[in-house]
């Protein structure tokens, strides 16, 4: 990272370009933990395999029945290289699981 600053004094150029730096290493960290997120999400209670039970395309939101079987609700946001056009009732899924504000939810799901 290159910072460049120009005037008269010294310390209060080299203080401004230190700040600057400073933020913009921040800037850099937060984008990279962006890029480099796993789908196991920060309170993921868990992982698992399940079929899916019911979808709901038009409102972006279906059901897995998980191989214990409980209920997971999942939200098209969290389908993994796939969209919710390509899945079908009783499509074999794996998912990460939390708990969500009505119950468990899936953080990310993938076609098996």
């Known amino acids: 990272m290159v910072v460049k600053r120009k005037g008269d004094s010294v310390t ?9 730096l400073g933020l913009q290493l921040k800037e850099l960290q937060r984008k990279r933990r962006q890029t ?12 698992g ?11 972006s939101y ?5 191989s214990d079987g409980r209920e997971i609700y999942f939200h098209e ?3 993994k290289d796939l969209a919710m056009d390509q899945l079908a009732e ?3 899924v ?4 939390a708990e ?6 899936a953080t990310w799901v993938r076609a098996i």
């Open 100 to 105: 969500g504000h009505k119950g468990p939810q």
């Open 77 to 79: 946001n969290a389908l």
């Open 49 to 59: 395999f399940g079929k899916i039970k019911r979808l709901s395309p038009y409102e």
């Open 94 to 97: 794996s998912f990460g699981v």
């Open 62 to 66: 279906g059901f897995i029945v998980a």
């Open 36 to 47: 480099s997120k796993v789908p196991e999400a920060a309170g993921e209670i868990g992982s």
């Open 12 to 20: 209060p150029l080299l203080v401004e370009a230190f700040d600057t």
């Open 90 to 92: 009783g499509d074999d």
